[in-house]
């Protein structure tokens, strides 16, 4: 056997094998070297000249195979994008449903379909005019009963003013319930039909458009003022002074608060008159005095609404000045003692047009002191009466016209049409004359405040009336419009 000098061992152990066949098997042999020495020539050039093997290309299955691990690193990267996106989504969504929760459940009270509201058309699309009601209940949930505070909130989303019109509680007022007319207080409206009724008898009386309202639980009041760090108010001795529990001064009424709330009185009496930072519960208690003479120079009913009107202002002046922040908290507070028609849109809607853009504040009484007249008539008791004309004028004046109280009065003189009397005939007993005094200027509201007077509503008249022949239910015989029917109304 024979070795040449390339290292190849060609000869086979077949002798017969000529040296032809040797020659073409070294030919073959030297073929499959060259093959094997041209696949390793990169490798072997990037080793002689210190070249980085992997600029080098690879082989159609290398790349397949660097291709798929590429993918999978690919993938494993837009994985951990997906949860950090979806971790900062839900993370945001939780926040924001942390402080939209308290608006989106709240006690939503939709107007009754087919309840007549007391209005065709709409008179002004800039204005906006909402119902506000306030309950003297002593349960969160409880909406029912009379209605102690009667406010008509007017927003002009024009010129961003905002003004709420106290109507009196004893107003002797027109009503019409499921086609029939009575006469009552108007506070009578609420208990006997809900706030379709009350809406309406507003609408009808001042001729407005008013489709939506709230409803407030002045117990509830408490942790409203409490939310908003609480309110200013200038305390009158006499608010302060002892007249017996039949007729409670301001620490009074607080000892009731407390009592149903568990707090101790001692934490919350005052006992020094002068302007002071009010508490939700003495502010609520400030709020629901009558028989005591106000900062305004008013007593009575008058008195109490100048002080609900105050209160109202405070809070206003309050929450549109607070941290956005603190929101959730007085939403908390506010929603559970309320209940309203407004949908989270209208609320939304008039929060950032309207509320958020520092709005300017305005508050008036109707009546005032100078329109008031006697009222003989013994069945109703104790009512507030005036020319319902003249009182419609002035608040069309106000809401539509952007005049104030002291400009409807000075271009209008105030006018006393014996309405009612009119109606029913002269009344049964001659009530003593009402004396006008000089009206004691307000700092607090934009109309100028009332002194008391001597035809008042007294405490025997609020709870039931003295003057009237009640049934169990409150209500009190009296006649239609006609003066021909009689039907049932309330004397509260």
């Known amino acids: 056997m024979s070795r040449y000098d390339d290292g190849f061992d060609f000869r086979g152990s077949d002798e017969n094998e000529t040296d032809e066949d040797y020659y073409k098997m070294y030919k073959r042999m030297l073929e499959e070297q060259q093959k094997k020495q041209d696949r390793s020539a990169p490798r072997r050039r990037a080793y002689d000249e210190d070249i980085d093997i992997n600029s080098f290309s690879r082989r159609p299955a290398q790349k397949k195979r660097a291709a798929g691990k590429k ?7 837009n994985k951990k994008k997906i949860i950090i996106i979806l971790t900062c989504i839900l993370l945001i969504f939780g926040i924001l449903l942390y402080f939209a929760w308290p608006f989106l459940n709240y006690n939503y009270r939709k107007l009754r379909g087919d309840a007549d509201l007391g209005f065709s058309d709409i008179i002004d699309k800039r204005v906006v005019n909402i119902a506000l009601f306030g ?21 002009n989303t024009e010129t961003k003013k905002v003004k709420v019109i106290s109507l009196m509680r004893d107003t002797i007022t027109r009503m019409e319930e499921n086609g029939e007319v009575y006469y009552s207080k108007l506070n009578n409206a609420y208990a006997n039909g809900g706030p379709e009724l009350a809406i309406k008898t507003l609408n009808q009386n001042y001729e ?40 409670p001064n301001l620490n009074n009424c607080m000892e009731e608060i407390c009592e149903a709330r568990g707090l101790d009185i001692d934490d919350y009496w005052i ?8 508490n939700g519960v003495q502010a609520v208690a400030y709020a629901r005095i009558r028989h005591c003479l106000s900062t305004f120079g008013t007593n009575d009913d008058f008195g109490r609404t100048d002080r609900q009107r105050h209160v109202m202002h405070e809070l206003f002046s309050k929450a549109t000045t607070m941290k956005k922040s603190q929101y959730a908290k007085l939403a908390k507070a506010l929603l559970p003692c309320s209940e309203t028609s407004l949908t989270y849109s209208d609320i939304l809607s008039l929060a950032v047009n309207v509320l958020l853009k520092n709005p300017t504040f305005e508050q008036y009484r109707i009546p005032q002191t100078e329109w008031l007249m006697p009222f003989g008539y013994s069945e109703y008791g104790s009512c507030v009466y005036f020319d319902r004309d003249y009182a419609k004028r002035a608040v069309h004046a106000i809401i539509y016209e952007d005049m104030t109280m002291e400009q409807f009065t ?9 309405w009612f009397a009119s109606i029913f005939g002269p009344p049964d007993y001659t009530p003593d004359p009402i004396t006008v005094e000089p009206e004691t200027p307000s700092s607090q509201t ?21 003057g009237g022949t009640e049934d169990p239910a409150g209500n009190t015989e009296t006649g239609t419009e006609s003066g021909t029917e009689t039907t049932e109304d309330g004397t509260n």
């Open 410 to 418: 000075e271009q209008n003189p105030v006018e006393k049409n014996d």
């Open 446 to 466: 934009t109309s100028q405040a009332a002194p008391e007077t001597p035809e008042e509503p007294t405490e025997s008249t609020e709870q039931g009336g003295e």
């Open 135 to 155: 309950l003297d209940t002593r349960e969160e949930g409880d909406f029912t009963g009379r209605s102690d505070s009667i406010m008509i909130l007017s927003i």
């Open 208 to 247: 407005l458009d008013i489709s939506r309202y709230a409803t407030i639980n002045f117990f509830g009041m408490v942790d409203i003022i409490d939310a908003v760090g609480g309110i200013e108010a200038t305390i009158t001795e006499d608010e302060l002074e002892w007249k017996g529990y039949d007729n």
């Open 71 to 77: 993918g999978k690193k690919k993938k494993r990267k």
């Open 271 to 278: 006992s020094s008159p002068g302007t002071q930072h009010l």
